[in-house]
């Protein structure tokens, strides 16, 4: 069983950045493909940006290309999703995924992840 919890949700105006944080346990972190998706009411949960094992090969959204990075750090077994040049229409609860391990699923598909955070708010004004 692997647990994630999020972190770095919040409100923030048009423009700002915000980090968001998922801290996971296990002992294989590094062997884990990450994900973050996002839900916003009304609406599906929509990728975000993942990023793989090893050569942590990154990807990302259309929506989130340019303005989002994601990263990892295996030795605080956390990964990341800097956001920046946030728009009001990046409002949504943000969540973490993990591929355990990963096994080159499509990392676009809520369905190729394993386990799941609780989700944490990003709410931005206009």
């Known amino acids: 069983q692997v647990q994630m919890v999020e972190s770095g949700g919040g409100l923030v105006q048009a423009g700002g950045s915000l980090r968001l944080s998922c801290a996971a346990s296990?002992?294989?972190?590094?062997?884990?493909?990450m994900g973050w998706f996002r839900q916003a009411p009304g609406k599906e949960r929509e990728f975000v940006a993942a990023?793989?094992?090893?050569?942590?090969?990154?990807y990302y959204a259309d929506s989130a290309k340019g303005r989002f990075t994601i990263s990892r750090d295996n030795a605080k077994k956390t990964v990341y999703l800097q956001m920046n040049s946030l728009k009001p229409e990046d409002t949504a609860n943000y969540y973490c995924?993990?591929?355990?391990?990963?096994?080159?699923?499509?990392?676009?598909?809520?369905?190729?992840?394993?386990?799941w955070g609780q989700g944490t708010q990003v709410t931005v004004s206009s």
């Open positions: 995924a993990a591929q355990v391990p990963d096994y080159g699923g499509n990392y676009y598909y809520s369905n190729s992840y394993d386990y």
């Open positions: 296990g002992r294989t972190f590094s062997s884990y493909a």
């Open positions: 990023i793989a094992r090893g050569t942590g090969f990154t």
